[in-house]
């Protein structure tokens, strides 16, 4: 009955309880270009939603433990659907299933196409202030690291310059001594 409730309406909003471990499905039949969208709300994220192409038997979308669970689908030829939501809990859970397919469905999903777009639009934003702050960062450093260098080179050079006054001032100490020393000698 639920089957043909669905195939008639363009919106269903059922509220259902379903029993611990048991699994409830809905079908429905779609036109070429037809777009479905919906969500799955439980009392707690113990279940599961799966949605199945029956038409070529292929698994559409698999999603579990999320306390609402969000499916939009473009279907680009006639087919038959499937979606099945599993209690995996090991109570009883009140389910709210909401489900909209159509001309409704399309206008809903291009409105999401606009915030998506809008949020898409602020991402590159910022992905380029950070770029650019990447940027500043890498000549920041490369600029840190030139002031290194030239302050290592001119550390390295004072050093040199010290070590030979050091070895100077050694060797004329060292020739004063010994003539110091000669001297003393002779006397």
């Given at each position: 009955?639920?089957?043909?409730?669905?195939c008639l309406?363009?919106?269903?909003?059922?509220?259902?309880?379903?029993?611990a471990?048991?699994i409830?499905?809905?079908?429905d039949?779609?036109?070429?270009?037809?777009?479905?969208?919906?969500f799955?709300?439980?009392?707690?994220?113990?279940?599961?939603?799966?949605i199945?192409?029956?038409?070529?038997?292929k698994?559409?979308?698999?999603?579990?433990h999320?306390?609402?669970q969000?499916?939009?689908?473009?279907?680009?030829e006639t087919?038959q659907?499937?979606i099945c939501?599993h209690?995996?809990?090991h109570?009883?859970?009140?389910?709210?299933?909401f489900?909209e397919?159509?001309?409704?469905?399309?206008v809903?999903s291009?409105?999401?196409?606009?915030?998506v777009?809008?949020?898409?639009?602020?991402?590159?934003?910022?992905?380029?202030?950070?770029?650019?702050?990447?940027?500043?960062?890498?000549?920041?450093?490369?600029n840190?690291n030139?002031?290194?260098?030239?302050?290592?080179s001119?550390?390295?050079?004072?050093?040199?310059?010290?070590?030979?006054l050091?070895?100077?001032?050694?060797?004329?100490?060292?020739?004063?001594a010994?003539?110091?020393m000669?001297?003393?000698?002779?006397?």
């Amino acid at each position: 009955m639920l089957f043909f409730l669905i195939c008639l309406a363009n919106a269903v909003d059922l509220r259902f309880k379903l029993p611990a471990r048991q699994i409830r499905c809905f079908g429905d039949r779609l036109q070429e270009k037809e777009m479905i969208q919906g969500f799955v709300e439980g009392e707690s994220a113990d279940y599961s939603l799966k949605i199945t192409d029956t038409g070529v038997n292929k698994q559409l979308l698999y999603t579990y433990h999320e306390l609402t669970q969000k499916f939009t689908q473009l279907f680009n030829e006639t087919t038959q659907i499937q979606i099945c939501i599993h209690n995996l809990a090991h109570y009883q859970m009140n389910i709210q299933f909401f489900y909209e397919q159509g001309i409704q469905a399309e206008v809903a999903s291009i409105e999401d196409l606009k915030e998506v777009e809008k949020q898409v639009k602020q991402y590159n934003n910022t992905l380029q202030h950070l770029k650019s702050a990447q940027l500043d960062l890498v000549q920041l450093q490369t600029n840190r690291n030139e002031k290194m260098n030239v302050i290592s080179s001119k550390i390295i050079f004072f050093s040199i310059i010290t070590i030979l006054l050091m070895i100077i001032v050694t060797v004329i100490f060292t020739i004063k001594a010994a003539k110091v020393m000669k001297l003393k000698k002779s006397y």
